[in-house]
Nanobody, 120 residues
């Protein structure tokens, strides 16, 4: 059974930086598309970024140009580097994983979430 464990959340000042990590276990990391999703106050869960097994990256419009997703196959870990965060980036950040197919375009495995608060 795939397990995802997020870490790295916390309090960050606007304009600062924070790196989230998601450790993957229980499956073959190399075949999974990995993603970061977030739920901000008053909004539904939305895409932050995904990275496919071939390295293809997709960003949500709200984080483009500020956040960077990457994956380390040696450590079975995916990262989200958050640069220049804004108060509106405050929320619960979830790691998700799935093997893409015609029938699956979204995660079927989720981590427990890590809280990010952007505030001075």
């Amino acid at each position: 059974q795939v397990q995802l464990v997020e870490s790295g959340g916390g309090l960050v000042q606007p304009g600062g930086s924070l790196r989230l990590s998601c450790a993957f276990s229980g499956g073959v990391f190399a075949i999974y598309t990995m993603g970061w999703y977030r739920q901000t106050p008053g909004k539904q869960r939305e895409l932050a970024a995904t990275i496919a097994s071939d390295g293809t990256i997709n960003y949500g419009d709200s984080v483009k140009g500020r956040f960077t997703i990457s994956r380390d196959s040696a450590k079975n870990t995916v990262y989200l580097q958050m640069n220049s965060p804004k108060p509106e980036d405050t929320g619960l950040y979830y790691c998700g994983a799935f093997v893409p197919s015609y029938f699956r375009r979204n995660p079927n495995y989720w981590g427990q979430g890590t809280q990010v608060t952007v505030s001075s």
